[in-house]
């Protein structure tokens, strides 16, 4: 009796040890008033593009853009973010969900990633941890992306034309060693702020189960140059030389220009990940 | 492969004694294959572009187990190629995902490689396998389990869980590590082995290990969880009730909130011959608990909250299945089961069954932390909550009442009512839209033509005004017992508010069943809806084809 008395504490005692052990208690501030890091000083600064999937019915999606907002104030231009609406819930419904923002190229983009739940993420596209990351991973996924070091530049340069909506771009892509693999380029046009209604189940991020007055961020209208882009070059690539790629699109007279923007990323062919990506406005 | 072949080799060297390897050596198998050829059916809105050329969908398993003596080892080979329609599309891919190997004795098992363990009721940390949900949360470690002495169990495990294909590997989820000390006080005092009073008292502590990426948040990199529990026998009656408790944990299923977790589950019963009640109680307040605190999906689950409602069989029944809310839930149930006696009036020669059940969850009560924080805002502690406070928001409730009656040798017949709430803005995420009310009555009747031969006819109605209005069910069914059944079967959701979606969801089986193995083959459509095993629910979209179902074992 003696002997399982004992190995009774002995057994208590393990409990309690592993359980304190085991605890980190945080105590406010809980958010970090730090971060940011990431993409270097260097000349060429890596930029990560996060593309969130979603859709104007989709409730939980809210939420995400919020933290994909908050990401963008932690870093910056360095973080660039696309909304992508397509699938279920971006599916055009009775009033006041009649808005159509899908687009072909995001349609197809969500058939090739296989992504059936939203929100949905990609960051970069990277493979590290699984493709798609829901938006809790997106955080610290993006992070990790920002550490990355840039293997290639991206410059824009727009000239937009208010008489007839044509845009004028020119886009240079430069890396920044060689490489014998293939390398594509995907040039797209998006809005930003557009006021529409979203469905919402998170009270603390607006108003449930509607927003009636929510500003969609970031929604991809276009793939400028096909739902898969173009290849950059048909030959080895070569360190340091300009790959130069011009286009002239116009913009549709229901698009609000001055909230409209070009983000181009190069991806390579060969597993879809994404090593540069730019944003430029196109006034 | 050259894994399997290496885990098979030390196996068989392993052991000095190569004759008895084989001659004195058990093993067990179990297989099966679910296929379907999908084919467009615009009625119902599948079109090529649903289906996206993937025109056929088969999930696949095999266990294989080898005993001896006290050893034992399996391996589990899974292929999803291309997974079934509703599977996560990250269940895509073939291999064995699972191997093991254990040696048992009375004082000690161990077990190293993948294994499935439960401390309590799971409140804490439960691994299994769902195969209808493609659900696996595994454990990739170590387990010990230790019986010191007569009535006391003592259990530690440690590893990672499975997350459908992808390698643990540079942190990418959490490490799980749990003790568990089970004490049964009549095995252990021997003046108390026959006792009528039977105590059985439980303790669990679980903690998870996750590097804290996160650039927004300050994140516990160490959180536990810590449960009690007890089981109390006197004659009749039953007792047993567990209580869990979990530090900070903010997670993407609780929006990255700071509160502590806390759940308790009891149940109290009462059993006779021809009487059995059950009354059971549970409150949950926020104890999702994962290994990887990003996923919100169904994975990677450490513990496991049981539900507390009826699990209804006939499909129409089945039709708004309760999905658990770790979030935060009041439920209770009481469940009810008679039998008239034989001879009586109302029992008549073979007796009468009833069921009675009802359950109702509702939300907990939330309240600001203060007046500038709204509840739930992430980054923030939260919310405070009542433990006792019940919200007037219901997420479920189901009153069903069930009557079977074996009329004579032939006949024999089911009826049942079922009177339904459902949250279907919470449960199902259909934000917005107005809860279920239905009401669901069936008719099940069995004919036995021949001892071998019957036909069971199955009638069935849903009526509601909401989601999609009221449907309609009947099958008839015929089995050559013990090897043949053919299935018509009609599902009619007439009162679709889309009068171009009141289709008819037809289906025709045929299945062969011999010794261990069943085939089954099925053509015609399924129509969307929800499944839920444990209270843990995937969505299966609208299909149309042609599905075939093999399962054997040895």
Known sequence: ?283 | MRKLLIFVLLLGFSHSYAQDFIDKAQVNGSFQIDGQYYQPDNAIGIYDSTIDGRKMGVNGFGNITYTLGKFSAGVRYEAFLTPLAGFDPLQEGNGFPNMWASYQTDFIGVTVGNFYEQFGNGLVLRAYEEWTLGYDNSINGMRIVLRPTPGITLKGVYGTQRYYWQKFENGNRGIVRGLDAEFDLNQSIKSLNDAPVRLILGVSGVSKYQKDKDPLFNLPENVSALAGRMNLSAGKFNFATEYAYKINDPSAMNNFIYREGQSILSSLSYSQKGLGAVLQLKRVDNMSFKSDRGIDGNALDINFIPPINRTHSYSLAARYPYATQPNGEMAMQFQLNYKIPKGSVLGGKYGTGIALNFSQVNDIVRSQVNDSTLVNTQGTFGYNSDFFKVSDHIFFRDFNLEIDKKINQKWKAVVQYMNLYYDIATIEGHAGEEAVKANIGLVDITYKITNRNSLRFEMQGLFTEQDDGDWAAALLEYTIAPTWFFTIADQYNYGNPDKDMQQHYYTVSVGYVKEASRIALTYGRQSEGVVCVGGVCRQVPASSGLSITLSTSF
């Not at chain 1, 890091?37 to 969130?52: I, M, S, Y």
């Not at chain 1, 992508?84 to 009033?95: E, K, L, N, S």
């Not at chain 1, 400028?224 to 030389?241: D, F, L, R």
Request: charged share 20%.
């Open chain 1, 1 to 283: 009796m003696l002997m399982k008395i004992k190995l009774t504490i002995a057994v208590l005692t393990l409990f309690t040890v592993i359980f304190m052990a085991g605890c980190d208690k945080i105590d406010p501030p809980y958010i970090n008033e730090s971060g940011g890091g990431g993409g270097d000083d260097a000349d060429v600064v890596q930029k990560v593009l996060l593309e969130d999937y979603t859709g104007h019915t989709c409730v939980n999606c809210p939420a995400a853009a919020k933290i994909a907002s908050d990401l963008q104030k932690l870093y910056g231009e360095k973080l660039i973010v696309m909304a992508v609406h397509t699938g279920f819930f971006a599916d055009p419904m009775q009033p006041p969900f009649d808005t159509d923002f899908r687009t072909n190229t995001g349609d197809k983009w969500r058939t090739d990633f296989s992504i059936v739940s939203y929100p949905s993420g990609m960051i970069n596209r990277g493979l590290e941890g699984g493709r798609i990351a829901g938006k809790g991973q997106w955080a610290s996924r993006v992070d990790a992306a920002m550490q990355e070091t840039a293997k290639a530049s991206l410059k824009i340069e727009t000239n937009y034309t208010e008489a007839n909506r044509q845009l004028a771009l020119k886009i240079d892509s430069r890396f920044l060693q060689n490489a014998s693999e293939k390398y594509l380029l995907q040039v797209c046009l998006v809005e930003d702020s557009i006021m529409a209604p979203q469905r919402n189940n998170d009270p603390s991020v607006g108003e449930t189960p509607t927003i009636t007055e929510y500003y969609h961020r970031h929604v991809l209208r276009k793939g400028v140059n096909g739902v898969n882009g173009e290849t950059i070059s048909s030959t080895s690539i070569v360190a340091n030389e300009t790959y130069t790629h011009e286009y002239n699109i116009p913009i549709d007279v229901a698009y609000n220009a001055d909230r409209c923007s070009i983000i181009v990323f190069i991806y390579r062919e060969a597993n879809g990940e994404i090593v540069q990506v730019e944003e430029a406005h196109i006034k």
